[in-house]
């Protein structure tokens, strides 16, 4: 099911009503009405879209909360200053959500609403949810691109999400459903840690040629070599999509996630990697999963999780800046 998103969650400072200087998101933000009479957009346009979902983390025996993720953070995005230049576009296609504990419907839902979102040539940025949003976004990509073109999934992530399936699809299976069901698809995660995956998990990522770098060896006097290894990923494929789950944070600045650790990546190297996935010309969609407002410390984690989702959106849209005449 598809919702809109009500005037009252974009709503924010205003600085001045008429200088685009001084605006802000909510002062930017357009609503759009998916199964509206087609418009394709300029190739400077994100399109927002939202995933209000947590079966995947209940089925997973997760901490429950993040399907109020999207408005939450969409709330925290209205009073970011807006610093793209004047051709670019932002749109708000509103939300998917999961009904009656339909997991896999709603996924395929989203996928649909990401795949329209890229007939109308916008660049979607997917508000999770639980991480199963993941799913519902691969399933958009795979659909644009068509099964033939090789896809990168890069994942920022403390866990790999790779257990089995046969039971049933959770927030820790996807990746594995990717990789046994599309030989087509590469993955490589960033944030790993070594705790906080059995053997098992590891055993299984390098069956499946699964890469990944632990949390422990992402400081930032080592960006450079990780950003050598990531462009070197991405020159290989033919698209790429990126997804982040916050848990990959360190709880002292991300306590409001589902599966919160006391070890963690530092904000600033979250936004590096960001930056440069993101501003890859391979680099289609972003995702941001695994925000939890329910369990959140005076919204610290849902600001958190707003500031990253516009350093995506910033990232995608520098690509275009020539275009724009800046």
């Known amino acids: ?15 001045h009503a008429e200088r685009r200087s001084s605006f802000r998101y909510h ?5 759009m009405e998916l199964h509206a009479p087609r418009e394709t957009f300029s190739t400077n346009t994100c399109a927002i879209i939202g995933f209000e979902c947590e079966e995947g983390v209940r089925r997973n025996q997760g901490r429950l909360g993040a399907a109020n993720a999207p408005n939450a953070l969409r709330q925290a995005l209205a009073s970011i200053p807006w610093r ?7 749109i708000d296609a509103g939300n998917v959500t999961c009904s009656n504990d339909k997991l896999e419907e709603a996924q395929e839902a989203l996928g649909s609403a990401i795949s329209e979102l890229f007939s109308k040539s916008t660049t979607p940025i997917i508000l999770g949810g639980g991480h199963e949003t993941l799913y519902g976004h691969y399933l958009g990509v795979r659909n644009h691109i068509g099964p ?3 896809l990168g999934i890069i994942n920022i992530d403390a866990h790999f999400d790779l257990r089995p399936y046969n039971t ?8 594995r459903q990717i990789l046994e069901q599309d030989s087509n698809s590469r993955y490589f995660v960033l ?3 070594r705790f906080g995956n059995t053997q098992e998990l590891f055993d299984t990522a390098d069956k499946l040629g699964a890469r990944y770098i632990l949390e422990e060896e992402m400081r930032t006097e080592q960006m450079d070599d990780i950003t050598f290894s990531l462009n070197a990923f991405m020159e290989q494929q033919d698209y790429v999509m990126l997804t982040l789950c916050t848990d990959v944070i360190n709880a002292a600045f991300a306590p409001g996630v589902s599966a919160s650790s006391p070890f963690g990546l530092t904000p600033m190297v979250v936004r590096d990697l960001i930056r440069t996935v993101a501003a890859h010309k391979k680099t289609l969609s972003f995702d941001i999963c695994e925000v939890n407002p329910t369990l959140d410390e005076n919204g610290r984690t849902i600001k958190l999780g707003a500031y990253l989702t516009n350093e995506a959106i910033m990232a995608f849209m520098g690509r275009n ?6």
């Open 168 to 175: 049933q699809p959770s927030s820790g299976t996807m990746f």
């Open 191 to 193: 944030g790993i840690q």
């Open 84 to 90: 793209a230049a004047e051709s670019h576009r932002l």
């Open 27 to 31: 002062q930017i933000v357009e609503p």
């Open 148 to 150: 033939d073109a090789s």
């Open 1 to 15: 099911m598809r919702n809109h998103v009500g005037a009252d969650v974009w709503i924010g400072r205003t600085d």
């Open 321 to 326: 800046m020539d275009d724009a005449g800046t």
